[in-house]
């Protein structure tokens, strides 16, 4: 498989306090050869919601746990400087924006709040994400030998969702959830201004899809 040759030696992963971001996280500590710095951001690092997160931490010193509110700028300013920090003289290789929301509502009993919070955080976030960690992504990219673009060089991968189709309309019936369609649909279009302005400096930039899964999150789309 593509995780078996790739050779990350850091990695960011935000919302990484439960479901698909702490996924990430054991996934990188389980590899063969893991990460030299794992950077886990949540909003509480300290708090109830991030404890398992907290235990792996104490197990593994090359994971390194940073508040982050990706709907905050001053946050993600701050976080940036530390781990810029940690890093020293090299780069960040790979940033994966997976902290997202979702409101379950009908059509009808959306309102400007709930479309401007979950953008915010849904699309927002990842953007100003991509405008902070920029420096630390092309310095990785110059650090990386060969042309092509990689996860192992530098790259900026968004969680996306397959609720962003506007093909698809995937679980329609089930939930309607414009805010967050629009959201992940608004992601998708940031994702490929990602990939064209990013592309000079060798930073590949990507949308996923990671499939429906049992977090939280999922669980709040009405499957059980």
């Known amino acids: 498989s593509d995780m078996a040759e790739l050779c990350v030696r850091s990695v960011l ?3 990484a306090n439960r479901g698909l971001g702490l996924g990430f996280v054991q996934h990188f500590l389980r590899m063969p050869k893991p990460p030299q710095w794992i950077f886990a951001t949540c909003r509480d690092p300290k708090g109830q919601k991030a404890q398992e997160l907290q235990n792996l931490a104490s197990k593994h010193p090359n994971l390194v746990i940073i508040a982050l509110e990706v709907a905050n700028p001053a946050s993600i300013k701050a976080a940036a400087a530390k ?6 003289g090299s780069g960040l290789n790979l940033l994966i ?28 976030g990842p953007l100003l994400m991509g405008q902070a960690f920029l420096p630390l992504l092309k310095k990785a990219a110059q650090g990386s030998p060969g042309s092509g673009l990689s996860c192992s060089k530098a790259a900026i991968v968004n969680i996306s969702s ?51 899964v049992q977090t939280e999150l999922g669980s709040s789309a009405g499957h059980t």
């Not at 781990?83 to 020293?88: D, F, Y």
């Not at 309102?111 to 919070?117: A, I, K, N, Q, V």
Request: aromatic share 6%; net charge negative.
């Open 162 to 212: 397959i609720g962003g189709s506007i093909a698809s309309c995937f679980g329609w019936e089930l939930m309607q959830v414009t805010s967050y369609r629009c959201s992940k649909a608004a992601l998708n279009m940031l994702s490929k201004c990602q990939s064209l302005a990013y592309k000079e400096h060798g930073i590949l930039c990507v949308a996923l899809h990671p499939g429906w």
């Open 83 to 88: 781990v810029g920090e940690h890093l020293g």
């Open 13 to 15: 992963v935000t919302g």
């Open 97 to 124: 924006n997976n902290a997202g929301m979702v409101k379950s509502k009908m059509l009808d009993a959306e309102t400007l709040e709930d479309m401007t919070e979950t953008y915010t955080t849904n699309t927002a």
